[in-house]
């Protein structure tokens, strides 16, 4: 007698997949889908969705509860749902893009949170700019021995720039983790 084995598998992902049995279905089409399932405030970036869909089709297929139709592979590749062909119990786990309560309106209205993402991508530019001059500096310092007295004192200031970007970009990230939204 075959044990039947559980995997868990994001509950919007099975739910949308119970609907396409039997038909073929893409990445792209379900991650279109699964989409519109996820209040607005909390939907990730289409890419980043991808990518998740992605790797749970991946599981499922290792699982035998998907296949791939006609033996398609690469872009534009599609699925197909056959959980019968499978011993494998489909366990439901909550999408990590939606808030743990669905009742619980995120804190912040999305002009908020675009507003903080868009801080959160400044952060980084400066900050990867800050760490790049303080690399020039260092560069210098060690190529001309005759400029350490001058470079030095803007590499140690370029450091430090770098240090207090680090903890801006870390607040800015906390503040955003906490309220629930991806980065």
Known sequence: MEKTQSLQVDKILIELLRKQLDTPFSTTSIRDLYVLQI???QRPGR????????????RLESAKVIER??????????????????????????????????HVESPMDVKTQRALQEELSQRRIE?????GEAEEYQRLYNKYPALRGAVKEQY?????KSTKLLGQLRAVESVITKVGFPS
Do not use: M, W
């Open 39 to 41: 209040p607005e405030g």
């Open 156 to 160: 140690l200031e370029s450091r430090e």
């Open 127 to 131: 900050l990867v700019a800050s760490i």
């Open 69 to 102: 139709h006609g033996g398609s592979t690469g872009r534009g590749c599609k699925f197909i749902f056959r959980p019968e062909h499978s011993s494998v119990e489909l366990e439901a786990r909550p999408s990590p893009f939606e808030t743990s309560d669905p």
């Open 47 to 58: 890419n980043q969705l991808r990518k998740h869909i992605y790797r749970e089709l991946l």
